[in-house]
């Protein structure tokens, strides 16, 4: 048994190396977006119903731009990746349809919080200050990752990285330490413009986003290259989908937000949670695209040897990951002044919803490859936004019910 576990560790070294230098990174990232959050319990109280678009916003970042790091590192291993933005290139293609489902997505998310919160009788802001809010964070975000992502491609192939184990965990902390600080922004930007001239600013600013996104949906369809096209007509059905599971998430949460305000450390805790469980299956999915790419992972109804040894590579990142940010998260929390339920209690809370949440992500990720795969799909496109959204729903259900469980949330 030792010598199998040493093989094992032996034949992943590299990795282990990248993987847990890129999820440090994504946690230390992640803790000053998590604080940020923790912060901003007046806004969420002053702004009802702010928390259902959340976890969809930072979500989104991850869905897109994740699915873009993806798509590259398996152009890599591929062959056809090239550094190069002239017209029809991969990189440029690929970076278009990003912007652009950003825009879409963003206008789409905030318009959808509104009705959903509606539906379920949920008290909220107006639709028009939704689509502010989320339109506003989620562009700004969007061309920053957009950066991010070219920066971690340029330099992971001159140095011959693979990118599949290092782009989702970066992208995930870039997308927090981004998206939370812009949601906050636009949030105190609706609550300090009161009055007619306000709501007029608002309602044009609404009619300004919708034309804009018309307009590059249409662009999409008819003026962009054939792989801009592609990205786009199959990244936009599963992103509709991952919008509702994200929205879910966000109700999940809201439900409990007068009870996690007591403890701020829970709301910090919130994003490291979520998006340390997508960065590990962004990891996951990433790796098991560019398998199947290359014929080394065989589509079965059953996970074969390569995918179990995946599975306990994500498992060895989630005993670590969720131990660290769950410690990390108390001691800035008490450095801090905000108030924390115990060093132990998050140790625990953190271990066991992260643990269950991982299993799921084991073989949901699994099953949406191979499925993509066998519809002759791209897994690329579909794999980690799937999976990270419902990671997000499963994740937020997983942490609040062991919040529950430890009787928090009296």
Not at 152 to 174: E, H, M, Q, Y
Request: glycine share 8%.
């Amino acid at each position: 048994m030792s010598g199998v576990v040493k093989t094992f560790f032996s034949n992943n070294k590299t990795v282990f190396t990248l993987g847990f230098t890129a999820l440090l990174i994504s946690s230390l990232g992640d803790i000053m977006a998590g604080v940020t959050l923790g912060f901003m319990t007046n806004t969420l109280e002053l702004l009802p119903g702010l928390m259902i678009l959340i976890p969809a916003a930072i979500g989104m970042r991850g869905n897109i731009f994740g699915a873009l790091g993806s798509r590259l590192g398996t152009s890599m291993h591929v062959g056809t990746f090239e550094l190069s933005l002239h017209k029809g290139s991969i990189l440029r293609q690929n970076m278009e349809a990003s912007l652009i489902l950003t825009m879409v997505v963003s206008f789409l998310m905030g318009f959808l919080a509104k009705v959903v919160s509606t539906a379920l009788g949920v008290n909220s802001i107006s639709m028009q200050q939704f689509i502010f809010i989320s339109v506003f964070g989620g562009v700004l975000a969007g061309l920053v990752l957009l950066v991010v992502n070219v920066v971690v491609a340029n330099l992971g192939f001159r140095r011959n990285w693979d990118i599949d184990n290092i782009s989702a965990p970066l992208l995930t902390a870039a997308g927090d330490i981004v998206t939370l600080p812009m949601l906050f922004l636009a949030g105190i930007l609706v609550l300090n413009w009161n009055g007619d001239l306000a709501t007029l600013f608002f309602d044009i600013m609404m009619v300004a986003f919708l034309v804009i996104t018309v307009y590059l949906i249409y662009e999409a369809l008819y003026r962009r290259d054939e792989e801009a096209r592609r990205i786009f007509v199959q990244s936009s059905p599963v992103l509709m989908i991952c919008i509702f599971l994200d929205l879910g998430a966000g109700l999940t949460i809201e439900d409990q937000i007068t009870h996690l305000v007591a403890y701020p450390a829970l709301l910090v805790l919130i994003p490291l949670f979520l998006q340390n469980c997508n960065a590990l299956g962004g990891i996951l999915t990433s790796r098991m695209s560019s398998l199947l790419h290359m014929g080394i992972m065989l589509p079965g109804k059953v996970p074969g040897k390569v995918s179990y040894e995946n599975f306990a590579i994500i498992y060895i990142f989630a005993l670590w990951v969720f131990t660290f940010v769950s410690i990390a998260t108390h001691f800035v929390c008490l450095a801090l002044g905000l108030a924390s339920p115990g060093l132990l209690v998050m140790i625990t809370l953190g271990l066991v919803a992260g643990l269950v949440t991982v299993t799921v992500l084991n073989f949901l990720s699994y099953y949406v490859a191979v499925t993509t795969f066998m519809f002759s799909l791209d897994p690329d496109d579909h794999s980690i936004p799937i999976t990270s959204s419902a990671i997000d729903f499963i994740g937020s259900l997983a942490l609040m019910a062991a919040i529950v469980m430890f009787g928090l949330s009296i």
